[in-house]
């Protein structure tokens, strides 16, 4: 059965790879210079409001400290000048927030949401809403309601590892608060995963999909329509991705659209290559390429050492954040008349 097929409407995304092996050290160490940050307040004309810090509740009492881009007008950039109209968003599509595509990105574990801020930035100026937290025992996310002890990633045990699911939890319901207002559409939702943290995001998916598509009429779950994994390693705690990999979502030519990032010369690239490597066993090359059925790509960055944190952090990298977005985007925006923004608000 098509994964896609699950949701109201039937959904089959499909991304095409432009150009990608020609990515090269020497390609990204010429991209284009630093995005200016976000606003941090609406600016004097009231135009357009830039990230803010929000502290939400997890079910377990954990306050969980994020930053939320809301989407910005794209700003046409050098290398943009070049890019084909069909493949821009235009400012109306920026402002319509039923078409708006939201993403969590995770920072790697024992990191935090600081490494993530160049490229949330990006995307947000790219017309998307992203949150990224600062998953438990991280950054800010040290606290829990009615405790005065501060909770540390170096303390945990597979108990508070496995709690993190929650945290992206949390970060897609505050997401679907932002869809009902109107300001984007959640089933479009889009993870990006870096480092150690993949795992976790690999299990969250799966979790995503296994909910039944609609309780008492309002759509609940399968609303992950891309997964992203920046130098993913193979074990975190009790999760690990060759096994989660296994499930019906990530499996067949019918599969979630994966991309995966690395640097070719890193540590972990040999791990990498193999989470890409198995995950390309699950999904055999369909015969007729025509059909569009392609869901994995993978994107090792030649001659690079870099770690998943610097890929993730480095402005110098937005040629591929870019094709991140465009890749995601582009079909997406083709295919909007089969992902309706839907009201999730509890009926009364």
């Known amino acids: 059965m098509n994964h896609f097929s699950r949701s109201a409407s039937a959904f089959q995304l499909t991304i095409l790879l432009t150009c ?7 390609i990204t160490n010429t991209a284009c210079g630093q995005t200016a940050p976000a606003k941090s307040t609406v600016d004097a004309d009231d135009e357009q409001a830039g990230p803010e810090e929000v502290t939400l509740e ?18 046409e950039t050098a290398d943009e000048k070049e890019t084909p109209d069909s493949e821009k968003t235009t400012a109306e599509e920026s402002a319509d ?14 990191s935090s949401r600081e490494n993530t801020e160049a490229l949330a930035t990006f995307l947000s100026s790219q017309g998307n809403a992203v949150i990224i937290p600062d998953l438990r025992g991280h950054g800010a996310s040290t606290q829990v309601v009615g405790y005065d002890k501060a909770i540390d990633v170096q303390d945990f045990k597979s108990a508070e590892i496995n709690a993190v699911l929650e945290d992206i939890e949390t970060c897609k319901r505050f997401l679907v608060k932002k869809n009902n ?48 994994m920046i130098s993913p390693e193979k074990k975190l705690g009790a999760f690990a991705i060759n096994r989660v990999i296994s499930a019906p979502i990530f499996s067949g030519p019918t599969a979630l659209p994966t991309i995966v990032a ?77 992902l309706p923004w839907q009201d999730r608000s509890e009926k009364k």
């Open 97 to 110: 927030g039923k078409k708006v595509i939201p993403y969590i990105v995770l920072h790697d574990w024992e």
């Open 58 to 75: 997890t079910k377990d009492k954990v306050q969980l400290v994020c930053t939320y881009f809301p989407p910005s007008t794209p700003s």
């Open 181 to 228: 207002a109107g300001e984007l559409n959640v089933d479009m939702l889009a993870v990006i995963a870096i480092g150690k943290t993949a795992p976790l995001a690999t299990a969250w998916v799966v979790k995503d999909w296994s909910f039944a598509p609609y309780r008492k009429g309002i759509k609940q779950g399968q609303d992950v329509k891309t997964l992203i």
């Open 262 to 338: 690395w640097g070719a010369q890193s540590e972990t690239s040999k791990e990498t290559q193999s989470i890409y490597n198995r995950l390309e066993k699950k999904r055999p090359e369909v015969k007729d390429k025509s059909a569009g059925t392609k869901t994995l790509y993978q994107a090792p960055l030649r001659n690079s050492s870099l770690t998943g944190v610097e890929i993730g952090s480095d402005p110098k990298f937005k040629k591929l954040w870019g094709y991140f977005h465009k890749t995601v985007s582009g079909k997406i925006n083709d295919n909007l008349d089969k």
């Open 20 to 26: 990608f092996f020609s990515f090269t050290t020497g």
